[in-house]
């Protein structure tokens, strides 16, 4: 691990202004992916600023019926807070399907968003990789790549983003608040938080250097039932191949209304526009599903070793509308 | 990581490790005598990094330290405070046998710095008995046998000992059918799940998972 100077923020606008002043400053949260990247020196910060004592650690009732999480929640918490496992049970399902319970005790609701992705050529300091290092090259195209992306992808990189959370939120239509070293804030819908690699694999996100996420903002619960299925290696403890976050809504015989995300596809959590509008007004039935899973995949380009992530992908969307739709 | 290790008592590591590092410092001796005079400030300029002074409240002691900032709260047991219970498998999160509990709850202790636990309660296999009395959890792994080499299992057990906690708050896990649920059997298939962060080389896990059975009935 390279050296560097570590302070504790004192507030969230003296954090964001601490990480302002220095181009190689980050900030720490729970540390879980940071530390992992800095022992093996993919990160190299000079400066640390740690945000994990921030009071931004509530669940709060919005004015809307919704919930804001503020950054520092700890995924634990808020899988087992009793409101998100009744309102937004799909969104517990996807944090408790993520990484371990020592690991969830830490990893933040911000860290979570921002991790970085798990292609082992990003890992291998000895291998090109346009991500870790702009203009080396990508080792995956043509190496081991079971584990990248299907859509979304570019020439410079295919990697997924690893994170489950990000993939049930996305489906949630969670919005991103973020405060800026001035104190000014906004707000940034989950959809665009995360860039497509295209040229630029290495800039993964929307933030300004030192712009710091204070919380996500869910909206109420949307009608309809919530399901969350991860495919993946092991049982347990692994990350995705491949997960679909779904809510269906029906009315009768028919789906009024559907949203559906996808994990491990892209190179952020994916939402399946076409599939939801093949599904509003359709009859429910395993027609139907296919019908959603063929529009969600219609883009789909494989690279070999995760070619067959598209027919698992449509085979998962398949069974996720169908819990979703059973039991509604 | 490349940093200085200040041991505190003779350990088995610490001989071997030192041993080594004696080594290497007699190889570099040779050409730092042979380097002009010129040389010394650039060999000064390498010298450990800079340290931050620290209190860490383990076990219910406060013990003060001078501590290199990228110094894990796992080197920081092992390498400073002469707690080698809590054991390093991986440094990266993946097997859990670093596992401590902080405020009670159950993490990696290696994906930590030191520094970020300034404050907290920090419990390590060290500080789980009472006197000659063992922790409920470590009475059912010895009855029930629950390791055969022994390296995973201060890991397990404090892993074990925040699991027991979270279910009983209710908390849910994977293997849930219903997350919304208020209350958690723990069937094995939950305990399994829950402690899927603990891998075992040994795989001794029928008996890890009958100690906990065993422990969460008797509690
Ligand atoms: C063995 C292992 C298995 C795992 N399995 C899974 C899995 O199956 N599914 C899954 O989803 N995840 C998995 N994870 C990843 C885990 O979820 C992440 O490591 C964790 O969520 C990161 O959160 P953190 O708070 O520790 O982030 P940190 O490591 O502290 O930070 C991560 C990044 O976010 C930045 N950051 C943090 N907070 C803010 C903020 N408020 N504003 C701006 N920037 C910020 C940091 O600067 C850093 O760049 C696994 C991790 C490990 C080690
Ligand atoms: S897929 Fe992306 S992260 Fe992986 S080697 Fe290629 S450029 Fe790097
Ligand atoms: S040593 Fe910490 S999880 Fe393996
Ligand atoms: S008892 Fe040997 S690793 Fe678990």
């Known amino acids: ?328 | 990581m490349a940093e200085t290790d200040y041991r505190n008592g003779p350990t088995r590591r610490a001989v071997l490790e030192g041993g080594v590092a004696t080594g290497v410092l007699l190889a570099t001796s040779i050409p730092a005598y042979a380097e002009p005079a010129g040389a010394v400030s650039a060999a000064a300029s390498a010298a450990p990094a800079p340290t931050m002074p620290m209190t860490l409240r383990i076990n219910a002691k406060d013990l003060s330290v001078e501590l290199d900032p990228r110094t894990t709260l796992l080197d920081a047991l092992r390498n400073h405070l002469g707690l080698t219970g809590s054991k390093k498998g991986c440094d990266h999160g993946q097997c859990g046998a670093c596992t401590v509990l902080v405020d009670g709850r159950r993490i990696n202790s290696c994906l930590t710095l030191a520094a970020m636990h300034e404050g907290d309660e920090i419990t390590t296999v060290e500080g789980l008995a009472v006197g000659d009395r063992l922790h409920p959890v470590q009475a059912a792994f010895v009855a029930r046998d629950g390791f055969q080499c022994g390296y995973c299992t201060p890991g397990q057990i404090c892993s074990a000992v925040g699991m027991l906690g979270e279910a009983r708050a209710g908390w849910p896990s994977h293997a849930s059918a219903d997350v919304a649920a208020a209350s958690v059997a723990l069937t094995d298939a939950e305990i399994r799940e829950r402690m899927s962060g603990n891998i075992c080389r040994c795989a001794a896990y029928p008996n890890i998972v009958a100690a906990i059975r065993d422990a969460a009935e008797g509690a």
């Open chain 1, 1 to 328: 691990m390279q050296s560097f100077t570590y302070e504790r923020a004192a507030s969230a606008e003296q954090a964001a202004a601490a990480v302002a002043a220095q181009p190689d400053a980050k900030f720490i949260s729970g540390g879980t992916n940071l530390l992992d990247l800095m022992k093996l020196e993919i990160e190299r910060p000079a400066h640390l600023v740690d945000i994990s004592r921030l009071p931004l650690d509530r669940i709060e009732e919005t004015a809307a019926g919704g919930l804001r999480v503020g950054a520092q929640v700890r995924n634990s918490d808020l899988a087992a807070d009793p409101r998100v496992r009744s309102r937004y049970p799909m969104l517990t399902q996807a944090l408790l399907a993520g990484a371990s319970g020592q690991i969830r005790n830490k990893a933040s609701t911000s860290g979570n968003l921002l991790q970085r992705t798990r292609c082992p050529y990003f890992y291998d300091r000895n291998m090109p990789c346009n991500k870790r290092e702009q203009g080396s090259g990508c080792a995956a195209l043509q190496g081991f790549n079971r584990t990248h992306a299907v859509l979304g992808a570019s020439e410079a990189c295919i990697a997924v983003h690893p994170s489950d959370m990000a993939v049930a939120m996305a489906g949630l239509d969670a919005r991103i608040e973020t405060i800026s070293p001035g104190g000014e804030t906004r707000t940034i819908p989950i959809g665009d938080l995360h860039r497509l690699p295209e040229a630029t694999p290495h800039v993964e996100t929307v933030l300004g250097h030192g712009e710091m996420i204070a919380a996500v903002t869910l909206p109420p619960p949307p009608p309809g039932r919530q399901v969350y299925r991860k495919v993946r290696d092991r049982a347990s403890y692994a990350f995705a191949l491949v997960s679909v976050a779904a809510i269906v809504e029906k009315s009768g015989d028919r789906i009024r209304s559907a949203r559906i995300a996808m994990g491990g596809v892209a190179a952020r959590p994916w939402r399946a526009t076409e599939a939801e509008r093949t599904l509003a007004g359709a009859v429910a039935s395993d027609g139907a599903f296919t019908d959603a899973a063929e529009a969600a995949l219609a883009g789909a380009v494989g690279h070999g070793g995760n070619d067959f992530k598209i027919p698992l992908a449509k085979r998962t969307m398949r069974h996720t509308l169908a819990a979703a739709v059973e039991s509604a």
